[in-house]
């Protein structure tokens, strides 16, 4: 077979590093994006944090010379280059001029940096139970086992791991042989620590561990006792004449053994310490204000940092400039240091482009969903999905999506995550289109005002909406009241 040689003519879609570098910032939350900032300006030291003197040297004309930049970091400047280096879109005039940032005393903080540094100050779940284990009187090998037993508790109070794989690990990692008997009997002195629960296999050992703490409950604690024990199935599943024909116990005797049972904690390590707090905490990137009746729309001042190019590497290049004599060495220095300013560029222009790109996506949300952010009624909400977002703004849908699915806006009626807005339509009698949204949300209503004795089944809430104009099957009520995490009509049963 001979070889032969053809030239072919290819058209290929290739994301420039500049693009790529702005659909990860847009994916970053508000909260995270200080750290990413902090990261780049680690690496680059032509970056810098400060006064924004970047808008005198970042010209239209300098964009479109880093738009058409090599795309590769790695690129290396021919040698004739060395001879013609320009550095003039890199030093301009009044450049020379003191920067306020230089009159300043850095000795001193300005009057207004009172910052609040937050300390923690929380103990967490496991340091707790760790405390607890030093109040029993246990030699060091049993000590050990005890701190298996505790390392094994998850974060909702439980340990999940069994009594056989708690012996291997002692085993393998720490060269301890313990018997089934002895894990058993220290797991049941964890048991008797604080939060009352802990240290349970599975949820019916959990409320039972705190209804045996009950001492001075009664009748009803013990009766609550003797339910869970024997009725456990039946209870969750809410089978009530089961249970009161076992026990042989009227209405009101279940109503006080459910009031009893209520009150206990299903997960007691839940609320202890500082466990996944961080997780609890949202930052909104935008705030909608209504303004005696105008929607005004703002970015969190996070998405906005104060960067611009160092001082000290354009000054650099202007003693280049005025030098007479330039050496090999002193030019690559220079290759090098506008390479770094061109890196500092794009991240200053990628931040920049991130800001236009949510202000333009969230202002466009805004006006499309005007009436919701007015009233906060669910209602009014209208059917929106990506694409109507991209065609009104001009981005692409992936790029909609990567917003919406990461940022928060806080309104006056709660902080909700954009991708909340996006719902597809459903038709009415009449023709007319209305969002899935709205009938979750009628749905919801109906099942709150509903008899608790007698709960609403998905065919009555099928009626109930077709009598309101919507065209809606039962299958479809079933999925959006799963969605709703709502459960079936009789697990929604109450005496």
Request: with cysteine; charged share 35%; glycine share 4%.
């Amino acid at each position: 077979m001979a070889l032969s040689q053809s030239l072919q003519q290819k058209l290929l879609q290739k994301l420039s590093p500049q693009q790529i570098q702005l659909m990860k910032l847009l994916q970053v939350p508000t909260a995270n994006l200080e750290q990413r900032i902090k990261e780049e300006l680690e690496e680059n030291p032509a970056l810098e944090e400060g006064d924004d003197k970047f808008e005198e040297t970042f010209t239209e004309e300098s964009q479109d010379e880093f738009s058409s930049d090599s795309d590769d970091d790695n690129y290396e400047e021919p040698e004739e280059s060395y001879d013609n280096i320009d550095i003039s879109e890199y030093v301009q005039d009044g450049d020379d001029e003191v920067a306020d940032y230089k009159l300043r005393d850095d000795n001193y903080p300005d009057a207004d940096d009172n910052k609040v540094v937050p300390h923690r100050v929380e103990t967490s779940f496991h340091d707790m139970l760790t405390a607890q284990l030093g109040l029993l009187k246990l030699d060091d090998r049993t000590a050990r086992i005890a701190e298996q037993i505790v390392g094994s508790i998850d974060d909702d109070g439980y340990l999940r791991r069994e009594t056989t794989s708690i012996m291997d690990d002692l085993a393998f990692r720490q060269n301890i042989e313990a018997s089934e008997a002895e894990i058993e009997e220290l797991i049941r002195k964890i048991q008797q620590f604080d939060p009352p629960g802990v240290a349970a296999r599975d949820l019916q050992e959990c409320l039972l561990l705190q209804l045996h703490r009950k001492t001075r409950g009664g009748k009803p604690v013990q009766k609550a006792i003797d339910v869970l024990t024997n009725y456990f199935d039946e209870f969750t599943k809410k089978h009530y004449d089961k249970i009161q024909k076992g026990l042989g116990i009227d209405d009101e005797g279940l109503k006080e053994v459910i009031q009893q049972i209520i009150k206990l904690n299903p997960k007691p390590g839940g609320n202890v310490g500082e466990v996944n707090k961080a997780e609890s905490y949202v930052v909104p990137d935008f705030f909608i204000l209504n303004n005696n009746g105008k929607l005004e729309l703002t970015l969190n001042s996070k998405n906005a940092p104060d960067l611009r190019i160092s001082e000290g590497y354009r000054d650099m290049l202007k003693d280049y400039e005025r030098g007479s004599k330039k050496d090999k060495r002193q030019k690559e220095a220079v290759l090098f240091i506008k390479q770094k300013i061109d890196a500092a560029k794009w991240f200053i222009d990628a931040i920049k482009q991130r800001q236009q790109t949510l202000m333009m996506t969230m202002q466009t949300i805004m006006d499309y969903q005007y009436e919701f952010f007015l009233t906060g009624d669910e209602t009014t909400l209208r059917p929106m999905i990506l694409k109507d977002i991209a065609e009104r703004t001009g981005l692409d849908i992936s790029t909609i999506s990567r917003v919406a699915n990461s940022k928060f806006v806080q309104t006056e009626f709660g902080t909700y995550r954009l991708k909340f807005f996006f719902s597809e339509s459903l038709s009415t009698e009449s023709g007319e289109e209305v969002s899935t949204r709205e009938v979750k949300k009628i749905l919801s209503d109906m099942v709150f005002g509903e008899a608790k004795k007698k709960p609403l089944s998905d065919e009555k809430l099928t009626e109930m909406l077709q009598e309101k104009g919507y065209n809606i099957a039962r299958r479809t009520v079933a999925k959006y009241r799963e969605q709703l995490n709502i459960p079936v009509a009789r697990l929604r049963k109450e005496l």
